[in-house]
């Protein structure tokens, strides 16, 4: 019988049990799909992530699973984590490495700056692409599978509106956050929107023009791979922070903070910076646990 060590980490935050819960299991080399699967079904969490560093590659080697079996592909709170739970357990993932700093999600290479700010804690961000938007979608379509009114949604001059890094979300701007704690998902109604307009998860959001230390507060769903509701989301950050810059919310090379989780009782704390190259995500995370898991 295998067995694999495992920490738990809080993620998006540098409090214990707030932000958004990973396990990083710990492994020599790729595993069987279906070991990925059981051990990310067992554990629960939104995702789990594996890692282990890879010779040939010369860099850390990640994979996420969620408890459905899906598997998870660019850059949030499961690579956040990931890279965290390395540097954390002392994994020397850079010294082969130069140039750049990089870990490989999958298959694809994700540039990242490090800093330790945070008691010998790493701040760790990374690069997603510049922002792509897609189709628009009608408040009157959308507004039933969040169970609120078609005027609650509309922003200012922000439609409900496709928008992709690595990840296509749909980002869906409410009037104010306390419209956005009172949306209720609709699981069928949101995997048949995510189908017809080709996106993994909706990114409701408001922006808070009074509040000097958030640019906004959002809610994640995502029922279409096992995601009912996420406290931290840096792949659909990332897509808000460019859908924001191209709306001329925000400027450029400027870093801004994004607020979510607050009505799961776990908030988190996601930074973004617009920049030339791309979309910076930025965060910190804390081990909570640690084990083994016998696969």
Not at 68 to 89: D, K, R, W, Y
Not at 260 to 281: A, D, L
Request: glycine share 8%; proline share 6%; aromatic share 12%.
């Amino acid at each position: 019988m295998n067995s694999y060590p495992y920490c738990v980490l809080d993620v998006f935050t540098t409090e214990k049990y707030k932000g958004n819960p990973l396990a990083v299991v710990f492994t020599v080399s790729d595993l069987d799909l279906q070991v990925y699967q059981d051990i990310s079904k067992e554990f629960g969490y939104s995702e789990t992530s594996f890692i282990y560093y890879s010779k040939p590659g010369k860099a850390l080697k990640v994979r996420s699973f969620t408890p459905t079996g899906f598997e998870v592909s660019g850059v949030g709170h499961n690579l956040l984590g990931a890279i965290s739970a390395a540097l954390l357990s002392n994994m020397a993932i850079f010294g082969e490495q130069e140039g750049k700093q990089f870990v490989i999600m999958k298959d694809e290479t994700i540039y990242l700056s490090i800093e330790y700010p945070y008691d010998n804690r790493p701040f760790i961000g990374m690069l997603q692409r510049p922002a792509t938007m897609h189709a628009s979608v009608d408040p009157i379509i959308v507004a039933p599978a969040i169970t609120l009114h078609p005027d609650e949604l509309v922003s200012g001059d922000l439609l409900p509106t496709v928008v992709k890094t690595e990840v296509a979300h749909l980002m869906l701007p409410v009037k104010s956050a306390d419209i956005l704690n009172k949306a209720i998902p609709g699981k069928t109604l949101l995997r048949e929107l995510a189908a017809t307009y080709e996106f993994e998860g909706v990114y409701c959001f408001a922006v808070l023009d009074k509040d000097p230390a958030f640019l906004a507060e959002a809610r994640f769903f995502n029922p279409g791979i096992g995601i009912e509701e996420d406290p931290a989301t840096g792949s659909a950050a990332a897509p808000l922070g460019g859908f924001l810059f191209k709306k001329k919310y925000i400027n450029s090379n400027v870093t801004y903070k994004i607020l979510q989780g607050v009505k799961m009782g776990q908030p988190s704390v996601i930074k973004f910076e617009v920049k030339k190259e791309g979309i910076w995500i930025s965060g910190s995370a804390v081990i909570i646990m640690e084990g083994t898991i016998y696969g």
